[in-house]
């Protein structure tokens, strides 16, 4: 699976951004996905996961309730709705899918096989 992220750029703070995340190679079918992101000089943290059926979202507490998580399948597709934005939520974002356990929503970065290359959200405060 090939995963391209894309929807990145420079907001001020308060405002929205959109991500999205297509998949090639395979369908997003049977994979749970998640958001990742990694600020300067910080380690890669979770931000948002989906499971495979599309039935079950987890959050970090930093980002619940104002970002939000989906996937069209038909499109192959999964996305990041990103409201409120605030200057911490600065990062380079990314795209992740994998077989977790039991296809479940995964906090864990390595239960997930593929990766997208990254895309740089900027919140200007």
């Known amino acids: 699976v090939q995963l391209q992220a894309c929807g990145g750029g420079l907001v001020q703070s308060g405002g929205s951004l959109s991500l999205s995340c297509a998949a090639s190679?395979?369908?997003?079918?049977?994979?749970?996905t998640g958001w990742f992101r990694q600020a300067p000089g910080k380690e890669r943290e979770f931000v948002t996961a989906?499971?495979?059926?599309?039935?079950?979202?987890i959050y970090a507490d930093s980002v619940k309730g104002r970002f939000t998580i989906s996937r069209d399948n038909a499109k192959n597709t999964v996305y990041l709705q990103m409201n409120s934005l605030k200057p911490e939520d600065t990062a380079i974002y990314y795209c992740?899918?994998?077989?977790?356990?039991?296809?479940?929503?995964?906090?864990?970065?390595?239960?997930?096989?593929?990766w997208g290359q990254g895309t740089q959200v900027t919140v200007s405060s």
């Open positions: 992740a899918a994998g077989r977790t356990p039991y296809g479940y929503a995964s906090r864990r970065s390595d239960e997930y096989n593929y």
């Open positions: 190679g395979r369908t997003f079918g049977n994979y749970a």
């Open positions: 989906l499971n495979w059926s599309g039935t079950s979202t």
